[in-house]
């Protein structure tokens, strides 16, 4: 059996009002959110250190 760590995407909706882009990014699923929990994975298993994952993601966020 697969024991890596995995991550789901979230859902879109739920009879939320606003933009797909707001709905998507109170869920989580957005594409900022979705880089954060990548660079969070990787950490959480050692693929990169956290100054790392810290910097990329400043980097991300501008």
Request: hydrophobic residues 30%.
């Amino acid at each position: 059996m697969d024991r890596r760590p995995r991550t789901s995407p979230g859902t879109d909706g739920f009879g939320l009002s606003g933009t797909r882009e707001s709905v998507r990014e109170h869920f989580g699923v957005d594409p900022r959110s979705i880089a954060d929990a990548v660079l969070k994975s990787v950490e959480e298993v050692g693929h990169i250190a956290a100054p790392v994952s810290g910097e990329r993601a400043r980097r991300l966020h501008g």
